[in-house]
């Protein structure tokens, strides 16, 4: 039997292996259909990734079931004002939670985004690292409190007790808990997916710590974005999802969106996250299929770090049903799940 040390061992040689790999060596092919049971669509995203997978929970409250949310913060905390905003909700100090509530009702009542009612009961699962010095551990905390605001606190998971840098916590990784660097994957030894999928899944399969039996399928992306222009707002041309092989043969699956964080995306990091996130190996034995968006380092519209847009670079109708970036990636699920979803 290979050792645990040895199969990570050998899972970070891969990783500089993918890293030296270009990620637009492979075609992208058109996003396929599966059967998607209903209610199984849920998200989980880390840093800007974060903040993008709360957007979506709290935009698309009627499609999303489920929501891991690592080092993000609260919803509209940037307000379509960076400058002015982004140091606050980084750290977590002066946020005005009571106004992002009255937000998100307003925009409720008006349609832009469905009604928060949606929100409660359905599982989150969140994390903050107590050495997190991107994203500091009052900015979850304001989330947590806006949280308090739709749903009952018995829905919420909630691990601020870990000494942990700002990073996607795996236990694939060999970087260490407290450590800050490229690729921003930690292993803090727990497994994070383990516990947010059986939030959202009920009781798991064990995961499959071999070869997987699955296909990773990079897809055309551009599909999906206005005008077929992804690059207009800062995502990629192609992104990517995983599918085990029980889903492509057909059977009843579900669907999580994994989200990565600035300086994360394929361009930056090739297919390092897509491929040693820790997710697969539970997708493959419990019929989960994994779409990865993807975002590009921009400079018009500003975005050099690839970050999702969860202050307004794209627009200030960014954290709203319309906003380009969450329409494309919603439009990724609904085609995904073969055009069934209603929202």
Known sequence: MVSRFTRLSMRMLLLGVALLLSPWAWAASP?????????????????????????????????????????????????????????????GNGVPVSSLVDYTNQQAAAGTIDPTGNIAGKPIYMFSGMLDTVNYQAAMDDLYSYYQSFTSTANI?????????????????????????????????????????GQ????????????????????????????SNCAAISMDSSGWVYVPQNCAQGQSCRLLVALHGCSQNQETIGTTFVQYAGINEWADTNNIIVLYPQTINATVPYNPYGCWDWWGYTGGNYALKSGPQMAAIMAEVNQLAGGTLQF
Do not use: K
Request: net charge negative; charged share 10%.
């Open 200 to 227: 959202f899944y009920g009781q798991l399969n064990a995961r499959n710590d071999g070869t997987l039996g699955g296909s990773f399928i990079q897809f055309d992306q551009d599909a999906f974005c206005p005008d």
């Open 31 to 91: 996003l396929g259909a599966y059967n998607i049971a209903p209610s199984s669509v849920t998200v989980a995203g880390i840093s800007s990734g974060g903040y993008m997978a709360v957007q979506l929970q709290v935009a698309y409250s009627q499609a999303i079931f489920g929501t891991a949310v690592m080092a993000g913060g609260a919803y509209y905390c940037a307000q379509n004002n960076e400058a002015y905003w982004g140091s606050a909700c980084a750290t």
């Open 157 to 197: 998971t909630y691990n601020n007790y870990t000494a942990a840098e700002h990073a996607w916590i795996t236990p694939d990784s060999v970087v260490a808990c407290s450590y800050l660097a490229a690729p921003y994957m930690n292993n803090c030894g727990f497994d994070a997916e383990q516990t947010f999928l």
